[in-house]
């Protein structure tokens, strides 16, 4: 499968931070880029996505910003809670979605 | 609407027995796909399916694992014999088309392979 690498592995900040999550593709062919997010024990869940053709999208306190030359997107949670605290996976998609390997947010109050 | 439904939620079997999981999509989703993750990393892709058809399955390791989907609807994954390294989470999700219409995952089924 061609690879998302996805960084930091894991990430603290306080209530209040603004976390940011970097992803970085190889496949050009890639016209979606997706992050879900996961509580244990649950499945990932989708948060928000953007395509190729936008450099920035806002949901909530949600931003992905997009950078089609260099092939790298990150995802920015403004005002991060305590509730923020779960795995977040990147993904790229052609026919299914390719995963990055995760990032544990730990928002503490 | 209800979501992805997938049963068990958790297994526990020696190495070399058979194990199989079941899962039913949101009604009406004409793609599945099941996806293994194993503890600490992304979900990795083992088989898609479109309608009762497969799309992709070059991930599925097929001298033990199977998978099928009849008429369309539930699908059940299969393994056997189950090996140590396939201790992980098998998810399911479902989708009306391709990824783009945003998946739907099921809680998954914890597998420990002891």
């Known amino acids: 499968q061609q690879q998302v690498k996805q960084s930091p592995q894991s990430l603290i900040v306080q209530k209040g931070g603004i976390p940011i999550i970097n992803c970085a593709y190889e496949?050009?062919?890639?016209?979606?880029f997706p992050w879900y997010q996961q509580f244990p024990g649950k499945g990932p869940a989708l948060l928000i996505a953007?395509?190729?053709?936008?450099s920035e999208k806002k949901e909530g306190r949600f931003t992905i910003s997009f950078n089609k030359s260099a092939k790298q997107f990150s995802l920015h949670i403004m005002d991060s809670q305590p509730g923020d605290s779960a795995t977040y996976f990147c993904a790229g998609s052609g026919t299914a979605l390719i995963f990055g390997k995760g990032t544990t947010l730990s928002v503490s109050s | 609407e209800a979501g992805v439904a997938q049963s068990p939620r958790y297994k526990i079997i020696e190495k070399r027995q058979s194990v199989a999981f079941w899962c039913n999509p949101i009604?009406?989703?004409?793609?599945l796909y099941w996806y293994q993750q194993i503890l600490g990393q992304g979900p990795k892709l083992l088989i898609q399916f479109q309608n009762n058809g497969v799309v992709d399955d070059s991930q599925l390791p097929k001298d033990r694992f199977s998978a099928e989907r009849l008429k369309g609807v539930d699908s059940t994954l299969k393994i056997q014999p189950a090996k140590l390294e396939d201790s992980a989470v098998y998810l399911c999700a479902s989708s009306t088309g391709g990824p783009s219409y945003g998946y739907t995952f099921g809680s998954g089924t914890r597998l420990t392979v002891v």
């Open positions: 009604s009406g989703h004409a793609t």
């Open positions: 496949n050009t062919a890639f016209d979606y």
């Open positions: 953007i395509r190729p053709d936008v």
